[in-house]
Every structure is written in structure tokens, then in C-alpha cells.
């Protein structure tokens, strides 16, 4: 589904991405791990067009990436969350999800000539985001705004949103860093109820034990290169992935 080749990106004299190449099969859960400023939020970044790489290529089902604008990304199927939340916060949880609709009524024309039409589609879309947000726990909260929410709380309404796009291939960057084993345990639920749906995940995160437990495969990146690829139990033992992350702070 996803295929990235030789993707390279410096920043000055810091070489964020090298020679980085892995694949991403449909209906995968995919964990892409490695020491703090391995680059994994970089590729992300590249991915969805937010930065544009020295050299490289990335094809997302057939289709080259790179070049292309982040909401010409976003309309092919691949959505993400980002690393430090973005929701906005004096809107209320339902409104949160309502902007990552596409919605008709944002064109003047069909506001003037199709109003039943408009009216109807957004009740639908009203109603679709509130049972995406059902699926996180967060139904009741609907009309809240998403700044009284606690952290983790917002982290679930962060994965609702994405899936408001209706994408295909969701990006999560670090769903659990943060937060608290109850949260953490009910968005690993959520996150295998989307395989079981269908989606492909390729998330990054430093809890191990979240990676071994949900990833069908992890990718492990190092100064910006793939060193390893495996299951999580392959990974675990690979000699290199013990050496990159010796003397930091993470049991695998
Ligand atoms: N916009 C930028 N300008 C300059 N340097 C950057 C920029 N973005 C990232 N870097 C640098 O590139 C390297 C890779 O950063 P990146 O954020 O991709 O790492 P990461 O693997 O996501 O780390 P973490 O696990 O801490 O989130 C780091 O050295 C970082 O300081
Ligand atoms: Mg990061």
C-alpha cells in the first residue's frame, strides 16, 4: 500500500532522514519505532507533504507522493495525528470532527441552489461524528468543548477525527505518549477495532509494550535509517535494535 525508497531530508548540517526505505502492506498495523530524533516524526512529515524531501520516493497504491500538497494527500486516503495535539480547543468535540469532514455546503453554489440537499448531508455528517465518537468512549461529551477534556481524552478524540476523513491509511504519531494505562488500554482496542474494519495504521511510539502488543510488524529507524524490520518478537532480539537503543532509556 505504502512504499518508501531512498526518502532523504537534512535540516542544516543534521541529515533528519537517510536512505530510508521500508513498505506498508493494506490492513496492517505497522510500528514505526527508534531512539528520540531517529526522524521518525520527519518521515511522517514527508508522507503528508507537510515538507518536501531532498530525494527519494514514496508511492502510496501505485500513486508517487512526493510533490504532491498535503490535502491532495489527504483527499487520496491518508489522514494523521500529530505528535503534540492540535485539536481546537474552544470548539466543541463534535465541531472537532465536523472541519475533517468534506462537506458540499462549503461550496457558495449548492448553499444557494441545494439547501435541502446541504441540510441533510449535514445532518448525516453530525450524525456520523457522533457515533465515531461513540466508538472512542466520548459520545456523552459530544457538546463539550475539547479544551475541558483531560489529555488522554483528547488523544481519543485526535484518532475520531482522522477517522471522520474516511482515510484508509492512518498515521498516528506517539496515540500514547502520555497517557494513563486505563486510556492507554482502551486505544489499543480501538486501534485493532479499526484493523478489524479494514484501515492500515502506521503509528509511532516509545511504549514497547503498546508496540509488541498491537504491531503486526515494526519498523526500527537510527540517525534517520532503517536498521530493522521484523515482528515484534524478532525485533526485540535483533542484536543492531538493542545497540541502537544501548544506554537510552527504553526496555524493549
Ligand atoms: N523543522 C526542523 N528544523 C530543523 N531540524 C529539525 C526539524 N525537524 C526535525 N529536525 C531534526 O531532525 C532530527 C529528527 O527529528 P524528528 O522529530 O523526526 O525525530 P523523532 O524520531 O520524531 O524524535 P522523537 O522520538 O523525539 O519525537 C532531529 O535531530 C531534529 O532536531
Ligand atoms: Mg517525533
Do not use: W
Amino acid at each position: 500500500m505504502l512504499h518508501i525508497k531512498n526518502l532523504n531530508k537534512h535540516f542544516g548540517g543534521i541529515k533528519a532522514v537517510k536512505d530510508c526505505s521500508f513498505e506498508v502492506k493494506e490492513n496492517e498495523i505497522v510500528a514505526l519505532i527508534g531512539p528520540n530524533g531517529a526522524g521518525k516524526t520527519t518521515v511522517f512529515n514527508l508522507l503528508t507533504g507537510f515538507i518536501k524531501p531532498d530525494k527519494g520516493h514514496v508511492h502510496y497504491k501505485g500513486t508517487p507522493l512526493l510533490g504532491v500538497k498535503p490535502y491532495k494527500i489527504s483527499n487520496l486516503g491518508i489522514t494523521r495525528t500529530f505528535q503534540l495535539i492540535k485539536l481546537l480547543p474552544k470548539l466543541t468535540l463534535v465541531e472537532n470532527l465536523l472541519i475533517a469532514k468534506q462537506q458540499s455546503g462549503e461550496h457558495l453554489l449548492n448553499i444557494m441552489f441545494k439547501p435541502k440537499y446541504i441540510k441533510h448531508e449535514e445532518k448525516e455528517n453530525r450524525n456520523h461524528c457522533v457515533e465515531l465518537l461513540d466508538l472512542v468512549g466520548l459520545k456523552d461529551k459530544r457538546n463539550h468543548y475539547a479544551k475541558n477534556l483531560s489529555y488522554g481524552q483528547q488523544k481519543l478524540v485526535e484518532i475520531a477525527r482522522i477517522l471522520a476523513t474516511d482515510a484508509d491509511l492512518l498515521l498516528l504519531d506517539e496515540p500514547v505518549a502520555g497517557v494513563n494505562p486505563v486510556m492507554r488500554a482502551k486505544i489499543k482496542n480501538i486501534l485493532k477495532k479499526l484493523k478489524e474494519q479494514g484501515k492500515t495504521i502506521l503509528f509511532i511510539e516509545h511504549d514497547m509494550k503498546f508496540v509488541m502488543d498491537i504491531a503486526d510488524r515494526v519498523v526500527v529507524l537510527d540517525y534517520g535509517t532503517e536498521i530493522a524490520t521484523g515482528t515484534p518478537k524478532q525485533i526485540q532480539k535483533n542484536p543492531r535494535v538493542l545497540q541502537a537503543y544501548l544506554g537510552k532509556k527504553v526496555k524493549l
